[in-house]
Every structure is written in C-alpha cells, then in structure tokens.
C-alpha cells in the first residue's frame, strides 16, 4: 500500500506531493507518482505553479499554451501570467490557451476552426511532468504539423532536461534534482518486476488506480 506525501522542498507557494512504489504508465515503470491532482484543480496552486513557470518565458514571445495532461486551469493562469510582462507578449497581446482532440488512432487532432491558433504561432507545450519525454515528443509533433513554432516544453516535474532527438529544452517548476531517486524503466527491464514486486497502481495524467 502507499500514501501521497508532501516532501519538504518549496519553490515559491507550489507543493510537490509524491507517492513512492512500483506504478505503471502507458511507456513505462516508474518509481514514484507524482500527484498534482490540486494544482490542476485549485485555482491558487494553479496561479502558483503559472507564477514559476513564467519565470522561463519572459523574454520569449509565446503565443499559445497547448496544455497536455489536463493542464488548462494552469495554462490559462500561466497566460495571465505572461500577459503582466510585455517583453513575453505576441504581437497580438493575446494568447490562446488550446488542448488537443484525440482521433480514433490517438493521434492529437485540430479542427479547421482552432488551427489558425497554431499556425504559424509560437507554441509553448505544457504538461503535468516530463519523465520519459514521450508524450512531449508526441505535442511536439503535433503542433509542427499544423504549422506552429514550438518554443519549448514546461510542467510541473521534468526528469529530463531537453526532449530526446528535438534538441528542445524542458522547463519546469520541480526536477530530478528535487527527486533524485526518481527512477522510470522499460516494462521489460524493470527491476521491480524482476525481483517479483506487483504493482501497486496503474497511474496517468488523470491519477492512478489501485492494482
């Protein structure tokens, strides 16, 4: 069994809340959940977490905030947040705050009438944490299909620096460095599984559930 606690690290006013075991994502075995089920729900941990994360971006022209993971509470904070600063604003002083569609193949999809948000715009790509960087690549991909600039990738927790083969750096408000146990494994090498432990949760950018 495992419980969520808050480790004693701060930046500013955001939290960072953990639950250690053996979990599952879609790519991957990790050591560690991070939960940010109240940062995504609660609009001051929301203003928090877009108040550090803003911190990377004011000298950058974003134009729009792709939110991933069910980060758009945070992304439209994180607008807000870029807006008080001219030097991070696009020529339109306006910044769309936009999530995918997902099609029938889980592919991330656009319709006709939001693509004009994308094209030709700088895209700041946000999520809840990078770990392995999948899911980064695949927003990357993504917005680049439509026609947009992709300006970098943030979230709460990275444990990677750049996106792999994008050569994109990762921005976040919380890192390995905070984490440094933190471990993710390929199904298939995981140690965990080796040594015969179950998992205890099945988790994803909604939670987890108990195994």
Known sequence: ????????????????????????????????????TTQKTRLAEAKAV????????????????????????????????????????????EICVLEPEFNSYNQMIFRDNIQHNIRNKNVLILMASITTGYTAKRGIHAARYYGGHVMGVAGL???VDEVEDENMKVCSVYSLSDLPDYESYDFKDCPMCKQGRKLDALVNSYGYSRL
């Open 1 to 36: 069994m495992f419980e969520t606690i808050e480790l004693p690290v701060r930046r500013g006013n955001v939290p960072l809340r953990v639950a250690r075991g053996h979990f599952a994502t879609n790519h991957s075995h990790i050591n560690y959940y991070i939960d940010i």
């Open 50 to 93: 877009a108040k550090e994360l803003a911190k990377n971006y004011e000298h950058t022209k974003i134009d729009t905030i792709l939110c991933l993971d069910g980060m758009t509470l945070i992304g439209g904070c994180l607008a807000d947040a870029l807006t008080e600063s001219a030097r991070s604003l696009s020529d339109s002083e």
């Open 157 to 159: 927790y990275r444990a």
